[in-house]
């Protein structure tokens, strides 16, 4: 896979969205990344989980895209879970505070707990 391709898979578990990205979102990808984001988000579940294992780095304006997608999902009424995260999204996380802002669950299993 080329470094600038994002690529997405997703799957219904346990009555939860599971959202699985792979790549990097940097400049080059943030605004799809968002976009998609946003259009999962208007799902009729309750959950929406974001697999983050499989993303390589994520940029201030991917930082923005789960902002804009929390925003949609609270609209719609619907929680969004960061799970999975590798070290290196542990740490933008961290850096960002954005693990103050999202529930943070190691484990997709985790997530669905609520």
């Known amino acids: 896979m080329s470094a600038d391709v ?5 799957r219904e578990q346990e009555g939860a969205l599971v959202l699985l990205p792979s790549g990097r979102v940097d400049e ?3 605004d799809a990344f968002k976009e998609y984001l ?14 983050l294992s499989g993303i390589e ?4 304006r991917g930082l923005r895209g789960l902002t804009l997608a929390q925003r949609a999902a609270n609209e719609r ?15 933008i ?22």
């Open 6 to 10: 994002l690529q997405w898979t997703s």
């Open 28 to 30: 080059t990808s943030a």
């Open 38 to 51: 946003v259009n999962a988000v208007g799902t009729k579940l309750e959950t929406a989980i974001i697999d």
């Open 57 to 60: 780095y994520m940029s201030s």
């Open 77 to 91: 009424g619907t929680t969004i879970v960061l799970a999975c995260p590798n070290d290196t999204m542990r740490e």
């Open 93 to 114: 996380l961290a850096i960002s505070r954005y693990d103050m802002v999202f529930r943070v669950a190691d484990t997709i299993e985790d997530a669905i707990g609520n």
